[in-house]
């Protein structure tokens, strides 16, 4: 089977779900909704107030050219200022829940406990409770990459005195907003951060060394969510009985062809992607395929040890189990083509040994409806069935309107496919979370993604929102439970 007949069977299977029309499946009764954002795409006031500066205001000011367009987060959507008038319109959604980052250098400027910003807690404070007040629930993610700078001096994730330092500062968030906040999430994206930005964003202007640095801040991640989530049960979760987890990117890998080294390179690449983190939160340690792949490239390059670094067996134990849910951010599928065999450069993108593609038969965020629900299950069976949240789906338009029939198009089709998880595939899914709530200034390509619910008007001095079509239609499946009483 060639890559092009995989191609036409996902293509074909997509026109079949567009011909035949949606399941006749509902939500269930207590199934969520809601929408998300994080702080440095929205907040801006980078250096007000108190606010340490991040990472990311550090290297856009630096090498501006780090971003698609140049845009920086440093006034972005201005929500900072403009909450009041973003959290009632996330509100007349009718959105059951909204998520939001918070900014680790607001509140830590230096990103140590010997330090705090009491205007950056202010501010927390008061958009969590009108979050409250307008009926929704606030979730919090305590980091979405935006390090602060002080700690990226010293090597930030890739240096183990982080660990310490996230769990002083989840501990302070707990402390101060736990009595309201019940749902955490640690870490948004680990594998994008360890990935993505330390090899294609930070290494062009901040060497690193490659194949070792990622590996170095996967590892401290997982103690530091390990150490903030046994410190939660230990000492919050009595009184504020809320849930810990992390958030994970899920990538799906199909083989580019039926041979045997393209199925394995699927398998590789996933193992690359979601189960790097997963497995050992769910299973104990690192993958197998992990820890064979990168000790046995190890030993080609000469080296005595492993590039991976290794758990001893008290913190497998440790790590072993810190989930409440799992989160999945599913967006994109590839094609994988098997590289085995090939002398390639050591870097975590050339450890995993796959070329990696994608085609015209998927839709324009690089995924089909199809993939995205075998992800679901996926994920599901990793975890033995434990409660999933999508906390971050969504669809990026270049060229948005307010009319975006597109994203509601989109959004009818893969949504479905949530049900179909939910009532055929029997996967215990239990919210969906719209990436995003409103446009904003992304991390690497500025303004020229669009994926937001509500259109924010950049080139305006108010940064006017004005909501799109497709919020309305999500107003409607949440009012209905159900996707099919929408007229376009």
Known sequence: ??????????????????????????????????????????????????????????????????????????????????????????????????????????????????????????????????????????????YNFDTPFALTNVGGFTNESIVQHFVDYTDLLFKTFGDRVNFWITINEAQTFCKVVLEEVLHPVVPQELGVKEYQCSHNILKAHAATYRNYKKNYQATQKGKVGM??????????????????????????????????????????????????????????????????????????????????????????????????????????????????????????????????????DYCNGCEIILTEHGFNARNDALNDTARITFMQTYMDEVLIAINEDKVNVTAYTVWSAMDFVNFQFGLTTKLGLIHVDFSSSNLTRTPKRSSQYYKNIIQTRSLTQFTF
């Open 1 to 142: 089977m060639e890559g092009a007949y995989l191609q036409a069977v996902i293509s074909t299977a997509v026109q079949f779900r567009m011909s035949f029309g949606l399941s006749n499946h509902t939500f269930p009764s207590d199934f969520k909704f809601g929408a998300a954002t994080a702080a440095y795409p929205i907040e801006g006031a980078w250096n007000l107030d108190g606010k340490g500066s991040s990472f990311w205001d550090n290297v856009t000011h630096a090498v501006p050219s780090i971003v698609v367009d140049g845009k920086n987060g440093d006034v972005a959507c201005d929500s900072y200022h403009r909450y009041t008038e973003d959290i009632p319109l996330f509100a007349d959604i009718g959105l059951n829940f909204y998520k939001f980052s918070i900014s680790w250098s607001r509140i830590l400027p230096n990103g140590t406990i010997d330090n705090i910003n009491q205007k950056g807690i202010d501010y927390y404070n008061k958009l969590i409770d009108l979050i409250i007040s307008r009926g929704l629930e606030p979730q919090a993610v305590a």
């Open 247 to 380: 958030a994970f990117n899920i990538n799906w890998y199909l083989p580019a062809t039926n041979s045997q080294a393209d199925q394995n390179a699927a398998e590789r690449a996933r193992a690359f992607v979601f189960e790097w983190f997963v497995h050992p939160i769910i299973k104990g340690n690192y993958p197998q395929i992990l820890i064979d792949q990168i000790g046995n490239l190890s030993r080609q390059e000469g080296r005595n040890e492993s590039r991976l670094p290794q758990f001893t067996s008290e913190e497998i134990s440790n790590i072993k189990g810190t989930y409440d849910f799992v989160g999945i951010n599913a967006f994109r599928t590839f094609f994988a083509s098997d590289l085995s065999g090939q002398n390639l450069s050591v870097s975590l993108q050339n450890d995993i040994r796959v070329a990696e593609t994608t085609n015209s038969s998927l839709d324009n965020s690089s995924s089909s409806p199809k993939t995205f629900r075998d992800s679901i299950v996926y994920a599901s």
